[in-house]
C-alpha cells in the first residue's frame, strides 16, 4: 500500500474532547539475568525481587543495609516476556478502541535489557509483536460485534528514531530532520511522518522488519548491539462511523525504545559514539528533569529541551495511558546505573495523566454530504411531486397527515418528515399514531415558521420603501463631493461579494466589508434578522459617507441564525479547499494558505476566534472578518 505522509487535513472539525479519570503512569520494572556465567559466579547481584511489585538493592553507603522500592509489578530475571506483556502492556491496549492513547516505554541503561523487552527475538517475541498482533485481534472482534456494524476500523503505522536531536523516518529514510508539533489538545503531530496503512499483522511485518534495519545500532563496550537512538513505533488505530454524523475515533499507541543512559568511562565511547552517547544522556537528563517538574507541579514543564521529552509530552503528563518499564541488570558493575534507573522509575510513578477520546468528523464525508444537500436543495419541489406520485400502498396511512407542504419546507425539514414517513410505513399501528403525533407537531412548527416568514418580509419591504424615502430626503443635504463609487455601492443593492466578483480592481477595503444597512434591507431573509425597524432608522444617520460604523452588530442578529452562519464559516475553515477558503471575505490567496498550513499542523479550529492564532491576522481583522462573512453568509 502506498505510503501516506501524516497530516491533519484529513480531520474535520473536532468535538469537544471527553476527559476519563486522571491516570498514573504505571511503572514496572524488570531486572534481565546475568549474560556472562562467569560474572554470575564470582559476584552477587546488586540487586533483587522481594515480592511481585519489591525489590531490594544494597546500599552503597552501608554494605549492611538495603534499600526497597514498590512499583506496579517486578519481573524477575526468569520472568517471560509474555508475562511482561500480559501483565503491563495489554491492560493499556483497550484504549486505543475508545479513541484514547496508550504509550509503552522501555527505559534503563545501557544493556539492560529494554529492546530485548520491546522487541524480542523470533523465540521469544517482546511488546511490540504482541502488542500489534492484539490490536488486530482487538479490531476484528470489534468489528464483528452487531453494534459496529455502522464503523470501520483502519490501521497505520509510522516509525522513527531521534538520533543526535533529529527526528529521523524510519519507514522512508531520508536525511531530514522532521518537525515536531502539538495540537490544540496537546496531541503530538509529526507533519511529513510517513503513514502506512497496514491491514494485518504480516503487513505490519513486511514494514517493520527492514525499517529496524534503518536504526542506528553500534557496538560499545557494555552491548555489542546497543542502540544509538531512541526508537518510537506509532500505530494508529482510526474508528470511522459511515452514516451521519459521521464520528471519528482515533486511538494512537506509541511504542518507545529509549536508548540507554550511558558511563562513558565504562562504555569506551570516543569519537561519534561520544556525540551520540552525549546527545543520549543529555535527553535523559531533559527526562528527568520533566518528572520532577511534573511532580512539583512547576507551572513550566521544560518538554522543549529535548526532542525526546517534546515527544514523550503526551506520555508524562499528558493524555495518554502510559506505562514504563524500567529495565535493569544485576551486575556490580551497573550498581550505580541501576540505582539511578529505579530513583527515575520511583520518581515516574507518581506522574498523572489526563487521557481524553479524541473524536473528530470526518471532512471528507461530511462535505460530500454537504455537496449532496446543497443539490437536494434545488429539487424539493422535484421530490415533492415525487412523494405525492407515490404508489397506494405507500400512502395508505394518511395522505393528508404526510404530504408537508413543501413550498415552504426547508429541504432538511423537508427530509425529516419523508424519513418519518418511512419509518411509518414498517411501524406497527400504536407506535405509527405516535409517529403521526410527531408529524403534525412537525407540520405546526413549519406553519408558524412560514408566517413569520411572511411577516418579517413585510417588515422588510416596509424597511425598504423607508429607506428610499429618507434618502430621498436627505439627498440635497449630501456633500456634492460624495464618491461616485460610493453611490453606486449603496444604490445598486448589489451584495460586496459579487462586486467584488464583477470589478477588475482590487476593491478599496471598505469594500471588502459587506455594509450591511445598505444591503440588508433587500435581502428578505437577511433582513429577518435584524431585530427592529426603529433601529434600522437610526443606524441609517451612522453611514451618509458609506463609512462602516455599525457597532455591536452582532447583538442585532437572531442568535440563533448568527450561530448557524458561525457554524458554516467554522466548517468551511476546517474543510475547505484553497478556493473555498479565498471565496471568504477578507481572505485572499496568502491568507487561504496560512489557513490550510495551520490546521494542518494544530489540527481543527475550534471556534471562528482561533484564526487569531494565524500570524498576520489580528483581532481587528478577525472582527472585520467575522463581521463581512456573517452577513454575507446570511444574505446568501
Ligand atoms: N530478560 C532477558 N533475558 C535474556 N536475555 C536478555 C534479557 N534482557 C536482555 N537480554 C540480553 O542482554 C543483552 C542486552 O540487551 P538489550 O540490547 O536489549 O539492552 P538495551 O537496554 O536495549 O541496551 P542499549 O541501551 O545499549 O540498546 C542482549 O544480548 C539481550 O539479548
Known amino acids: 500500500m502506498a505510503p501516506k505522509r501524516v497530516s491533519l487535513a484529513e480531520a474535520g472539525p473536532v468535538k469537544k474532547p471527553s476527559h476519563s479519570a486522571p491516570t498514573r503512569v504505571r511503572v514496572s520494572v524488570r531486572l534481565r539475568p546475568y549474560i556472562s556465567r562467569e560474572d554470575e559466579g564470582k559476584e552477587g547481584p546488586c540487586v533483587r525481587g522481594t515480592g511481585d511489585r519489591s525489590l531490594e538493592i544494597l546500599n552503597w553507603r552501608n554494605s549492611m543495609e538495603t534499600m526497597s522500592y514498590q512499583f506496579d509489578a517486578f519481573y524477575g530475571e526468569r520472568s517471560s516476556q509474555q508475562e511482561v506483556y500480559t501483565g503491563s502492556v495489554k491492560p493499556v491496549l483497550s484504549h486505543l478502541l475508545s479513541g484514547q492513547n496508550a504509550s509503552v516505554f522501555a527505559y534503563g541503561p545501557t544493556g539492560a535489557g529494554k529492546t530485548h523487552t520491546m522487541l524480542g527475538g523470533a523465540e521469544e517475541p517482546g511488546v511490540i509483536p504482541r502488542a500489534v498482533r492484539d490490536v488486530f485481534q482487538m479490531v476484528r472482534e470489534q468489528s464483528s460485534l452487531p453494534a459496529s456494524q455502522d464503523w470501520e476500523h483502519s490501521v497505520s503505522m509510522s516509525y522513527l528514531e531521534i538520533y543526535n536531536e533529529k527526528v529521523l523516518d524510519l519507514l522512508e529514510p531520508r536525511d531530514l530532520d522532521l518537525p515536531i508539533r502539538e495540537d490544540k489538545d496537546k496531541n503530538i503531530?509529526?507533519?511529513?511522518?510517513?503513514?502506512?496503512?497496514?491491514?494485518?499483522?504480516?503487513?505490519?511485518?513486511?514494514?517493520?522488519?527492514?525499517?529496524?534495519?534503518?536504526?542506528?545500532?553500534?557496538?560499545?563496550?557494555?552491548?555489542?548491539?546497543?542502540?544509538?537512538?531512541?526508537?518510537?513505533?506509532?500505530?494508529?488505530?482510526?474508528?470511522?462511523?459511515?452514516?451521519?454524523?459521521?464520528?471519528?475515533?482515533?486511538?494512537?499507541?506509541?511504542?518507545?525504545?529509549?536508548?540507554?543512559?550511558?558511563?562513558?568511562?565504562?562504555?569506551?565511547?570516543?569519537?561519534?559514539?561520544?556525540?551520540?552517547?552525549?546527545?543520549?544522556?543529555?535527553?535523559?537528563?531533559?527526562?528527568?528533569?520533566?518528572?520532577?517538574?511534573?511532580?512539583?507541579?512547576?507551572?513550566?514543564?521544560?518538554?522543549?529541551?529535548?526532542?525526546?521529552?517534546?515527544?514523550?509530552?503526551?506520555?508524562?503528563?499528558?493524555?495518554?495511558?502510559?506505562?514504563?518499564?524500567?529495565?535493569?541488570?544485576?551486575?556490580?558493575?551497573?550498581?550505580?546505573?541501576?540505582?539511578?534507573?529505579?530513583?527515575?522509575?520511583?520518581?515516574?510513578?507518581q506522574v498523572v495523566n489526563k487521557p481524553f477520546t479524541r473524536e473528530t468528523l470526518q471532512a471528507a464525508a461530511l462535505k460530500r454530504q454537504r455537496e449532496e444537500s446543497a443539490q437536494s436543495e434545488n429539487a424539493p419541489k422535484k421530490r415533492a411531486k415525487e412523494s405525492h406520485d407515490r404508489p397506494a400502498q405507500m400512502t395508505d396511512v394518511s395522505p393528508t397527515a404526510l404530504s408537508p407542504p413543501v413550498e415552504v419546507c426547508d429541504p432538511s425539514v423537508l427530509e425529516r418528515l419523508l424519513t418519518l414517513e418511512k419509518l411509518m410505513m414498517g411501524t406497527p399501528e400504536k407506535e405509527r399514531l405516535n409517529l403521526l403525533r410527531t408529524v403534525q407537531e412537525s407540520r405546526q412548527e413549519i406553519k408558524k415558521l412560514k408566517e413569520k416568514q411572511k411577516e418579517l418580509e413585510e417588515q422588510a419591504l416596509a424597511a425598504q420603501s423607508l429607506l428610499a424615502e429618507s434618502r430621498k430626503a436627505a439627498a440635497p443635504s449630501l456633500p456634492s463631493a460624495s464618491s461616485p463609487s460610493d453611490e453606486t455601492l449603496f444604490m445598486n443593492h448589489k451584495h460586496p461579494s459579487l462586486l467584488r466578483k464583477t470589478s477588475t480592481a482590487k476593491p478599496k477595503k471598505q469594500q471588502a466589508i459587506v455594509s450591511p444597512l445598505l444591503v440588508l434591507p433587500v435581502q428578505p431573509l437577511t433582513h429577518a434578522i435584524v431585530s427592529c425597524k426603529a433601529e434600522q432608522t437610526?443606524?441609517?444617520?451612522?453611514?451618509?459617507?458609506?463609512?462602516?460604523?455599525?457597532?455591536?452588530?452582532?447583538?442585532?442578529?437572531?442568535?440563533?441564525?448568527?450561530?448557524?452562519?458561525?457554524?458554516?464559516?467554522?466548517?468551511?475553515?476546517?474543510?475547505?479547499?484553497?478556493?473555498?477558503?479565498?471565496?471568504?471575505?477578507?481572505?485572499?490567496?496568502?491568507?487561504?494558505?496560512?489557513?490550510?498550513?495551520?490546521?494542518?499542523?494544530?489540527?481543527?479550529?475550534?471556534?471562528?476566534?482561533?484564526?487569531?492564532?494565524?500570524?498576520?491576522?489580528?483581532?481587528?481583522?478577525?472582527?472585520?472578518?467575522?463581521?463581512?462573512?456573517?452577513?454575507s453568509t446570511i444574505a446568501h
Open 538 to 631: 437610526k443606524m441609517k444617520s451612522h453611514v451618509p459617507e458609506g463609512k462602516e460604523n455599525w457597532e455591536n452588530w452582532e447583538t442585532r442578529l437572531d442568535s440563533s441564525v448568527l450561530q448557524k452562519s458561525r457554524d458554516r464559516i467554522l466548517s468551511l475553515l476546517n474543510t475547505g479547499s484553497l478556493k473555498e477558503l479565498k471565496g471568504l471575505q477578507r481572505i485572499g490567496d496568502k491568507k487561504a494558505k496560512l489557513i490550510i498550513g495551520w490546521r494542518e499542523i494544530n489540527g481543527a479550529f475550534t471556534q471562528v476566534e482561533d484564526l487569531q492564532k494565524i500570524e498576520g491576522i489580528s483581532a481587528k481583522l478577525l472582527t472585520s472578518f467575522l463581521k463581512a462573512n456573517i452577513l
Open 189 to 349: 503531530l509529526i507533519p511529513g511522518l510517513t503513514q502506512r496503512a497496514i491491514g494485518s499483522f504480516s503487513e505490519f511485518e513486511s514494514h517493520f522488519l527492514p525499517a529496524s534495519q534503518n536504526r542506528t545500532v553500534a557496538s560499545t563496550k557494555l552491548n555489542t548491539r546497543s542502540s544509538r537512538s531512541h526508537t518510537v513505533l506509532v500505530i494508529r488505530v482510526v474508528k470511522s462511523q459511515r452514516s451521519h454524523p459521521f464520528r471519528q475515533l482515533t486511538g494512537k499507541l506509541y511504542l518507545i525504545d529509549l536508548a540507554g543512559s550511558e558511563d562513558n568511562r565504562r562504555t569506551g565511547n570516543q569519537g561519534i559514539r561520544l556525540k551520540e552517547s552525549g546527545a543520549i544522556n543529555s535527553s535523559l537528563f531533559v527526562l528527568s528533569k520533566v518528572v520532577d517538574s511534573l511532580n512539583q507541579g512547576l507551572a513550566r514543564v521544560p518538554y522543549r529541551d529535548s526532542k525526546l521529552t517534546r515527544l514523550l509530552q503526551d506520555s508524562l503528563g499528558g493524555s495518554a495511558h502510559s506505562v514504563m518499564i524500567t529495565n535493569i541488570a544485576p551486575e556490580q558493575k551497573y550498581y550505580f546505573d541501576t540505582l539511578t534507573a529505579l530513583n527515575f522509575a520511583a520518581k515516574s510513578k
